[in-house]
Nanobody, 122 residues
């Protein structure tokens, strides 16, 4: 059973870069036909897919966030990471990482992390 765990700062300042890491156990991020996704849920709003990286390392981004988002991976550590630049208070959300057979996720599936709360404030 694959397990995903998000980690990163719970508080970031406006105009800075948010960096989160997803540590994966029970499965390799370089094998299988899987996409490794980042999704967020702002308070009182629905899920917003942000981007993904596949087993080959190819990345996919949500168009509205593409200019501020970067997803990378560390295969030695079996981790993948999210960087979101120039954050504003509107980027405050619970951030999730997830494994799925597809990207552009809009509903919660079986292989999601528990989520990490991020607040944007000076």
């Amino acid at each position: 059973q694959v397990h995903l765990q998000e980690s990163g700062p719970g508080l970031v300042k406006p105009s800075t870069t948010l960096s989160l890491t997803c540590t994966v156990s029970g499965g390799s991020i370089t094998s299988g036909n899987y996409y490794w996704n980042w999704i967020r849920q702002p308070p009182g709003k629905g899920l917003e897919w942000m981007g993904a990286i596949d087993a080959r390392g190819e990345t996919y981004y949500s168009t509205p966030l593409a200019s501020r988002t970067s997803i990378s991976r560390d295969t030695a550590k079996n981790q993948f990471s999210l960087q979101l630049n120039s954050v504003t208070p509107e980027d405050a959300a619970v951030y999730f990482c997830a494994r799925d057979r597809s990207y552009k996720l809009t509903t919660r599936g079986d292989n999601w992390g528990q989520g990490t709360q991020v607040t944007v404030s000076s």
